[in-house]
């Protein structure tokens, strides 16, 4: 099986928007109002911003290595999923991996990892 590897800078790029909308959500809360879709946004570089970002906004980023950590993390978690559901796929005698079978290999995945 060819192995790919995922881009540390796309795994930056969504750790970051998920602690700004976490941010955001949190400081809705104190003030009690509801979140709107036009208080999410992406803030900074995108995928491919590879600069070390200091937080003034008491948002923490991550080093290099814990970036490249978790994208391999995340390629093996996908890599074992796909596997699961193949097994699950062959044993049913079907030649094709479809929704149901990541379903059903999901939960015992989910609590090996």
């Known amino acids: 099986m060819d192995e790919q590897n995922i881009d540390p800078g ?4 969504i750790f970051k928007h998920v ?3 976490t941010a955001l959500e949190r400081e809705k809360n104190d003030r009690n109002e509801a979140p709107t879709d036009a208080d999410f946004v992406i803030v900074g570089g995108g995928a ?3 600069k070390k970002n200091r937080s003034t906004s008491g948002i923490l980023y991550p080093n290099s290595n814990a970036l490249k950590l978790s994208a391999e993390l995340i390629r093996i978690f996908i ?3 796909v596997q699961r559901a193949a097994a699950i796929a062959e044993a049913e005698g079907e ?3 479809e929704a149901t079978h990541f379903e ?7 609590l090996d990892f």
Request: zero cysteines; hydrophobic letters at 50%.
């Open 10 to 13: 796309l795994i930056h790029a």
């Open 19 to 21: 602690w700004t909308r």
């Open 48 to 50: 491919g911003t590879a």
């Open 79 to 81: 890599s074992e999923a």
């Open 95 to 97: 030649t094709k991996i």
């Open 104 to 110: 059903r290999i999901l939960p015992q995945l989910l």
